[in-house]
């Protein structure tokens, strides 16, 4: 993902701390602008601005953690595709002009996404070195992509959907699964985008599945740990 960070200025001066607050608990809750704007008595790009500028600091934060991101034990694979509906006629996985992603979540911790073009072993295998220790337990459905993971050390557990399988005791990947449900349920509020757009809205996602417990409290460390960048 190519992204470019910018910081808006937000200057706080014109509303108050109680409003600018009453904004940041709508921005975690996932409010839209508009409704936002009508929760704070503020004018709706008022709203736009300062969500933008929180998105910016998020972004900002999901490629610092991504710097730092490398998973041991317990991790679901899987990739998804994103975008148009397919083209009748068009079939094989990913078909048409959708974006695909690859994703790596940790039971019980974090999700790891990235942009790929293809669903190849040349493409993800790669990735998975780069980002999960070997000797990890790794779980994935049956795509013939993951096979080679086994040759470089990882016990790999496989899920066969082709074959109506989709849990076997701790053979699954719902995590993986559900974050992609997560994903794709929130980007249809946005109703299109461009493909510029989508890193930032998938990175935004990531970020805020990471930190579904404590949303608020760490959007407040971000506005702290990155207040030069805002008149606040």
């Known amino acids: 993902m190519d ?5 808006g200025v937000v200057k706080r001066r014109r ?10 608990r709508c921005f975690c809750v996932d409010c839209n602008a508009l409704q936002a704007a009508e929760i704070c008595g503020v004018n709706r790009n008022t709203a736009q601005r300062y969500f933008a500028h929180f998105r910016s600091l998020i972004i ?4 610092e953690e991504r710097e730092k991101y490398q998973i041991g034990n317990g991790v679901e694979v899987d990739e998804s595709y994103f975008g148009p509906r397919r083209v009748r006629g068009k079939r094989g996985r990913g078909a048409g002009r959708k974006v695909i992603v690859f ?5 019980s911790g974090k999700v790891f996404t990235q942009v790929i073009s ?4 040349a493409e993800i295998l790669p990735i998975v070195r ?3 220790k070997s000797g990890s337990d790794i779980y994935s ?3 013939r992509s993951y096979d080679a993971l086994g040759i470089y050390g990882y016990n790999h557990k496989k899920v066969k959907h082709e074959d109506n399988e989709f849990a076997d005791g701790e053979r ?3 995590g993986i699964e559900s974050f992609w449900s997560y994903t794709k349920r929130r980007l249809a509020k946005f109703n299109g985008f461009t493909r510029e757009q989508f890193g930032r809205f998938l990175l935004e996602s990531e970020w805020r599945f990471n930190h579904r417990e404590d949303t608020q409290k760490q959007l407040r460390k971000l506005l702290k740990k990155y207040k030069k960048s805002a008149v606040i």
């Open 172 to 174: 699954h990947i719902n």
């Open 118 to 121: 293809r669903a190849s072993q």
């Open 15 to 24: 509303i108050s701390r109680d409003k600018f607050y009453t904004l940041v």
């Open 130 to 132: 780069q980002t999960v």
């Open 141 to 143: 459905d049956g795509w």
């Open 60 to 63: 900002a934060e999901a490629w």
């Open 3 to 7: 992204i470019k960070i910018k910081y």
């Open 103 to 107: 994703g790596l979540l940790k039971r």
